[in-house]
C-alpha cells in the first residue's frame, strides 16, 4: 500500500508544499499548515477552497454545520469541517481542518481562521 499512496512520515513531509500548490491553482483559498515552534510537531492543517467560501457568502442559507470525526491512521488526530446548506437542502462543503485534538478552543481557532 506504501509504494501506492506513499508513507504517513513523507505526507506530514509534503503538507506546506501541498498547501503552497493549492494557493497556486486556487487564488483566494485558504490553506496552511502550523507545526510547534521548538519541535517542529505538525499540529494542524486547514483547507479550505476559494469557491466554496464565495458559493456560501453567494448561494447558502446563513447556517453553519459544525462536524468532527476521528482519524484512525498512524498518527491519528481529528478531522473538523464546516459546511452548509445550499438551496436544494444539499450538503455545501466549506472547510476542513485536521488537527490533533477537538476542543472548544481548537473549533474557535478553526472558525476564526475560516472567516471571510
Keep these: 500500500m506504501e509504494s501506492i499512496v506513499g508513507s504517513y512520515d513523507q505526507g506530514y513531509h509534503d503538507l506546506p508544499s501541498l498547501c503552497v500548490e493549492i494557493l497556486k491553482s486556487n487564488p483566494g483559498s485558504i490553506a496552511r499548515t502550523w507545526l ?26 446563513p447556517i453553519l454545520g459544525l462536524d468532527g470525526c ?16 445550499d438551496a436544494n437542502n444539499g450538503l455545501f462543503p466549506i472547510g476542513v481542518y485536521m488537527c490533533r485534538t477537538e476542543c472548544k478552543e481548537i473549533w ?4 476564526a481562521k475560516i472567516e471571510p
Excluded: I, P
Design 108 to 111: 474557535l481557532d478553526f472558525l
Design 70 to 85: 476521528f482519524l484512525k491512521g498512524k498518527y491519528g488526530g481529528v478531522c473538523l469541517s464546516v459546511l452548509s446548506l
Design 36 to 61: 510547534q515552534d521548538e519541535t517542529l510537531q505538525w499540529t494542524g492543517t486547514l483547507v479550505a477552497f476559494n469557491a466554496s467560501l464565495n458559493g456560501f457568502v453567494k448561494g447558502c442559507r
